[in-house]
Every structure is written in C-alpha cells, then in structure tokens.
C-alpha cells in the first residue's frame, strides 16, 4: 500500500483536493488516473480510503469512500537528542526514529554543541516521508531546538533518562523500562553532556543510564534508545 499524507484532511470530508505539488506528484510522476484508489492520512490517527475523481497535474480530486482510525502507540517516547555536527547523520536518526516508532522529538543545544543551525523544513519532510514509509497514522511532533538547561527545567510526566558516557553508577536503559509507559530520554552530542549539565540533570529527577558497553555516535545512541523502548511495548 502506498500512502499519501495531507494535514488538511479530516475526517468530515467527502471530496478532497490536493495542493499544486502534490497533485502534479500522484499524475505526473506516479501517474494515478481516474478510478484509482489513494490511501491518504492527516497525520493524527486517521487512514482516508479515496478514489481519484479528477486526475489533473494542477488538480487532484478525490472522493472520500471509506475512513478508518487508527489508536497511537501504547507509549509516548520524547527523545531529546543533541544535533550532529554533519546533518545528514541528524536527518539518519529522523528517518529510523520514526520508522521504529517515537511520538516527540526535541534537539537540545548544549555545551558541547557543534552545530546550532537547523533545517526545519528539510527535517519534517524526512519525518512525514518515514511515517509514510512505515505506514504510521500518527506524526511524531518536532520541537524546536532549545538550551539543555531550559529543557530538562521543564515539567514532564513519566520516566526521565539521561544517556551519558561518564563512568559514574547507571543503569542499562534497557532493565529500567516498563511497557506503556511515558519517557523523556536525554542523547548528548558528540562530545558527551558537560558534568554540569549532567548534575543539573539529576538534581531534576533524571535517571543515569547506560546504552551499552561501547561507545556510540549520538544517532546510533539515539536509534538504540528508540529501540529499545519499541521492543518493551512488545
């Protein structure tokens, strides 16, 4: 099944019509005709069962013919996770995050940042084109980047974890997760959290804990993180 994704959409609709790009995407380079069926969703639970009705490169028209919902995850995971000095490894993580399944997303700045600079846009289309992918009827929510310290100052309901490299006394992430539970999990840059920034961590509630036992780039850190909150939903 291919799936198409428009926010515009709801569910008390009949027709609906695509935008410019899009319409020239389903005619020209997909080539739909009239009487084809396009699976659609807006991103918020809900799979639109529609047949094309008007097949025109500046228009597309689709009658609505049936509507599921579909339930989200029965985790909320909130992974706040440092950029990457190369973006290409940020969007990686993007793309795999959301395939495997996550519902937040935030990039923290913090001390040893390299990068603060973001592609918004590019990362949202990298998100909507995953959840496609992977045939998701829900989209994961992309924060904007904010300071470490203003992020775990924040009130959050759930587990919280931060994922550091220090040798303190932590825990393997993977021993301290309960299924269908809520969890904020803090992912550091390249050059690891600053020991103030873990303290401050801590002092707010933030569990220490470990990935493994090698050491890892912070999107494969990231990957492993999603991962394994995925497996304990199970």
């Not at 873990?198 to 933030?206: D, F, K, Q």
Request: charged share 25%; net charge negative; with cysteine.
């Amino acid at each position: 099944m291919q799936l198409f994704f428009d926010p515009n959409i709801s569910q008390g609709d009949t027709i609906f019509v695509f935008d410019k790009e899009e319409s020239r995407h389903i005619v020209k380079v997909l080539r739909k005709k009239e009487g084809d069926v396009l699976h659609i969703t807006n991103g918020k639970g809900y799979l639109f069962i529609s047949e094309v009705v008007f097949a025109n490169e500046k228009k597309c028209e689709v009658s609505i013919t049936a509507v599921e919902h579909f339930e989200p995850l029965p985790y909320r995971l909130h992974l706040a996770v440092a950029p990457t000095k190369m973006n290409e490894r940020y969007e990686w993580f993007l793309e795999k995050a959301v395939e495997i399944g996550i519902t937040e997303i935030t990039p923290i700045i913090c001390e040893h940042s390299e990068r603060t600079v973001f592609k918004a846009d590019r990362f949202e289309k990298i998100i909507h084109s995953a959840m496609k992918q992977s045939l998701q009827y829900h989209m994961p929510v992309l924060h904007e980047p904010v300071p470490f310290n203003q992020f775990v100052k924040q009130q959050r309901e759930g587990k919280l974890f931060i994922a550091h490299c220090e040798e303190t006394d932590k825990k393997l992430l993977k021993t301290e997760l309960t299924p269908k539970e809520t969890q904020t999990i803090l992912i550091g840059p390249e050059g690891d959290f600053s020991t103030k920034e873990i303290e401050l961590a801590l002092s707010l509630g933030y569990a220490p804990v470990s990935l493994g036992n090698t050491r890892l780039r912070t999107e494969t850190a990231a990957i492993v993180a999603a991962h394994s909150v995925a497996f304990v939903n199970e």
